[in-house]
């Protein structure tokens, strides 16, 4: 039996390591596609031919794509992501505080939404169809129809230029109070929670009633258990695996794709870094940062799925 | 404040008042104004008295400045041969020097500079300041003169003006203090083209540019590329005057509305070239102040002459005609533009030809023009996009006066990633967007002679290039002007660039922010504001 889980996980590890090396792969076609190249970009419109090629050759750019791929492969795996095409500098250094800003965030997000969405999305289950449901659910549609810009910008408006208590941009630096923490994070956390729990509330919510339904429930119910006693321990246990995976979707979005929140806010996390480096067609800082995405995604999935079998003893199968 | 006599004086009000007075309205002018708007007599010498206190103030020193740009990314650098963006200038000023310095009216200073010299325009003689030291301690020397200017013409390094710079055949140190640069050909304009952002001096053998080693008002104390620097004052600057502000940050918000939001709830102090759109709110807003600058930005729709439809002179000649200057100026700029007459150098510059007027807007004129090139009932593709600023307003203009006469023009926008590399120069009618340039022989040079890199509309005129030559050795400035004249007419007839306005820059400023001007190299007082505002208690 446990040799069968273990076997289940490491499928599904190996097939996250197939993933990322074509994702490798698809981003490193994807960037040789676009138009121009770093040699380029960094000279601006003022280049002339010859200096772009000086440059260009000083860069090592002339070598065929393949080449270059395969350095930056070999490199990768041996520990060193390469040197910033842009600026010279060592992408782990690059990378390192970047990732750290946007993880800072994305842990605060996680400790504010997670337990939230859990309790709604479990009390609207327990209490469905009464006037509490319906009101959290419209204001959970509500929420996820506004874009995310709009909830940033309205908070900004409101929290920085009318009330003047919090500032405009957050730069996470002053973190050595509380209060310091709060003023920092307030906002981009209220956004991205915005984001992220509407979808956690309503998957939630319809797992738990799914579960609600089987005949084992009616017969705990029968039986004369309390509600909540049925919700917490004959229910919840069962709807772990697709909350689970309703989790890690949702905070999957919380590295790659806070780019909005991020450039209103003007704070300084790893998805403006790649918007960045695809613009200025940094390759070693594209496909690391595609790569951590990928692999972060990667992992919530997989610690989801594998969550998802222990659960289940059916999907051992 | 002492104005209680005056009902419904506000803060903006004041502003507007200070803002005229710095603009250069008269005591007498402003007095009849507010006579007029209903302000009496006295309460008026009182408001003016004010105004005047608050622009007569003596810089103090001391204070942290926060001040956002509108863009900055991963290939932020401290290398000004490398300087792209403002956010590079803005560094490149407060942490380095120039031999020479554009002033707001287009004069040229001396910086490290003593003097430059020169008999014939080809072999200049710079004398050197004394007693200039970088942050290391190192003492400032012709070596460090020819290091820096010879730099930009390695190709491995990557400098922005290796073209302009290819003209320097040598620099060699005479001495400690006296530096002597050869050109190629005779060129008056050396002093001012020194004092662009890229021809900054840095230490002798510098390569390692994760921190500014350089003579200016600032030391570069954090550096974070695509987040933020931070500069301290340099208390060994060679100015008596050293900088105001203890320390200053610098940083951009690429979004607009996010910058203006960061000002509005005092974030920063400064948001450099905020958009048409959001001037309004700013201006409505008391404590902030705009600061505008024309300095020969612009928007122009280019048609290639070696390509249909530009290859008929007739057609060009009708787009000019069809431009509507006025609406662009009104409508697309918000009023926050001068109208232009096809030719790139701004009326700020010294050589301006005045006599050269606009184009009226003329759709009968221009029917005809497009009848006669055989073009009237075809569609026209025009290519347009936010990189070129404001072009999709003015295709959209064109595009609406064209209808006004039964000629089609399809607006093609496409993206701004990869717009400069693949639309621009290339596309048969398509938009560009040319920054200011300090002299007339770097904009003819680099976009209207026969082998200029950037020939948006592949003008080629041998006498052009003749006159080019001649003026550009020309060190007299009366003879220069009217060679200068006569190409800037040639410009706006024959070549195939219409050039509808110059856009304003408009930065804006907390009210709190004093000693901020004006300067023809750029917003934020050609990006060198950091050594010369104070922030007022």
């Not at chain 1, 969405?117 to 419209?138: E, F, K, P």
């Not at chain 2, 530009?310 to 409508?331: C, H, M, P, T």
Request: hydrophobic share 45%; glycine share 6%.
């Amino acid at each position: 039996m446990d040799q069968q889980v273990a076997y289940l996980v490491l499928s599904r590890i190996g097939v996250a390591i197939v993933t990322l090396i074509v994702v490798s792969f698809v981003v490193f076609a994807a960037t040789e596609m676009l138009p121009g190249d770093v040699a380029q970009i960094l000279l601006g419109q003022a280049a002339t031919p010859e200096a772009v090629a000086g440059l260009r050759q000083s860069m090592k750019l002339d070598d065929p794509a393949f080449v270059r791929f395969l350095r930056w492969m070999l490199g990768l795996l041996s520990g060193d992501l390469g040197r910033s095409y842009a600026n010279n500098i060592a992408v782990a250094d690059l990378v390192g505080g970047r990732l750290l800003n946007t993880l800072k965030l994305a842990l605060v997000t996680t400790v504010v939404a997670v337990p939230i969405a859990l309790l709604l999305g479990i009390t609207t289950a327990m209490y469905r169809g009464s006037a509490y449901d319906r009101t959290v659910n419209m204001l959970v549609v509500g929420v996820i129809s506004v874009p995310e810009f709009m909830i940033a910008t309205l908070a900004v408006l409101v929290f920085a230029v009318w009330l003047r208590w919090l500032p405009a941009v957050s730069f996470a630096t002053d973190l050595s109070s509380l209060w310091g923490i709060v003023r920092a994070f307030a906002m981009p956390v209220i956004t991205q929670s915005c984001v992220i729990s509407a979808q956690m509330i309503r998957m939630t919510r319809a797992a738990v009633i799914d579960t609600l339904k089987t005949p084992y429930v009616e017969m705990a119910l029968l039986k004369g258990a309390s509600w909540n006693h049925i919700v917490l321990h004959h229910a919840l246990p069962n709807a772990v695996g697709p909350i689970i995976n309703a989790v890690a979707l949702s905070l999957s979005y919380l590295l790659g794709g806070v780019i909005i929140v991020e450039t209103v806010f003007n704070y300084p996390g790893i998805a403006k870094l790649m918007v960045d480096a695809v613009s200025t067609r940094d390759l070693p800082l594209i496909q690391s940062c595609a790569m951590i995405f990928c692999l972060g995604y990667l992992t919530l999935i997989t610690i989801a799925d594998i969550v998802a079998i222990v659960s289940n003893p059916r999907l051992r199968k | 404040m002492s104005n209680r006599d005056v009902t419904n004086w506000t803060w903006t009000d004041q502003t507007a008042l200070e803002d005229a007075l710095r603009r250069g309205a008269s005591r007498r002018d402003l007095m009849r104004m507010l006579v007029a708007g209903g302000v009496s007599l006295a309460a008026g010498n009182i408001l003016l008295g004010g105004a005047g206190e608050a622009l007569a103030q003596t810089p103090t020193k001391g204070g942290h400045m926060k001040a956002a740009g509108w863009s900055s990314s991963t290939a932020d650098t401290l290398d000004p041969a490398k300087a792209s963006l403002s956010t590079d200038y803005v560094r490149c000023c407060a942490y380095y020097n120039r031999l020479t310095f554009m002033e707001e009216d287009g004069s040229i200073k001396m910086e490290l500079a003593e003097s430059i010299e020169s008999r014939d325009a080809t072999v200049w003689t710079v004398k050197l300041k004394s007693g200039v030291t970088f942050h290391n301690g190192k003492t400032f020397t012709s070596a460090d003169v020819v290091f820096s200017l010879m730099r930009h013409l390695d190709p491995a390094v990557g400098s922005k003006v290796n073209s302009i710079a290819k003209q320097i055949v040598g620099v060699k140190a005479v001495d400690a203090l006296t530096a002597e640069i050869r050109l190629a050909a005779a060129n008056a304009d050396l002093p001012t083209i020194l004092a662009m952002h890229h021809f900054m001096i840095i230490a002798e053998g510098t390569t390692d540019f994760s921190n500014a080693n350089g003579t200016g008002a600032f030391r570069s104390k954090v550096f974070e590329p695509g987040v933020r620097s931070i500069g301290e004052r340099n208390e060994n600057y060679f100015k008596p005057q050293k900088a105001n502000l203890d320390s200053f940050e610098y940083f951009a918000i690429p979004d607009d509305s996010a910058r203006v939001n960061a000002l509005l709830s005092g974030d920063i102090q400064i948001a450099s070239s905020i958009k048409p759109q959001s001037i309004r709110l700013a201006e409505s807003r008391p404590g902030i102040v705009l600061s505008k600058t024309t300095s020969g930005n612009y928007t122009n729709l280019n048609a290639r002459l070696d390509m249909t439809p530009g290859d008929k002179s007739d057609f060009v000649e009708g787009l000019k005609f069809l431009l509507n200057r006025q609406a662009i100026q009104r409508s697309a700029l918000r009023g926050l533009a001068e109208i232009a007459n096809d030719q790139p150098i701004p009326p700020t510059n010294p050589y301006f030809n005045a006599d050269l007027k606009p184009r009226a807007f003329d759709p009968d004129k221009a029917k005809a023009l497009f009848q006669k090139a055989g073009v009237l009932n075809q569609t026209i593709p025009i290519v347009a996009s936010e990189a070129a600023s404001s072009s999709i307003d003015m295709a959209m203009i064109v595009q609406q006066a064209g209808a006004g006469i039964g000629m089609k023009f399809d607006i093609q926008r496409v993206p701004s990633d990869g717009y400069w590399s693949k639309y621009w120069l290339k596309a048969p009618v398509h938009f560009g967007n040319i920054n200011p340039r300090p002299t007339p022989d770097i904009l003819f040079s680099l976009l209207y002679a026969s082998d200029a890199p950037w020939n948006e509309s592949q003008f080629k005129s041998a006498k052009f290039d003749r006159m080019l030559l001649e003026a550009r050795g020309q060190l007299d400035f009366a003879k220069r002007k009217a060679i200068y004249n006569e190409m800037q007419v040639m410009v706006a007839n024959e070549a195939g660039t219409a050039i509808p306005v110059f856009i304003s820059n408009v930065d804006a400023i907390s009210d709190k922010v004093k000693g901020l001007r004006a300067n023809p190299l750029g917003g934020q007082m050609g990006y060198a504001f950091a050594e010369y505002v104070w922030l007022q208690r």
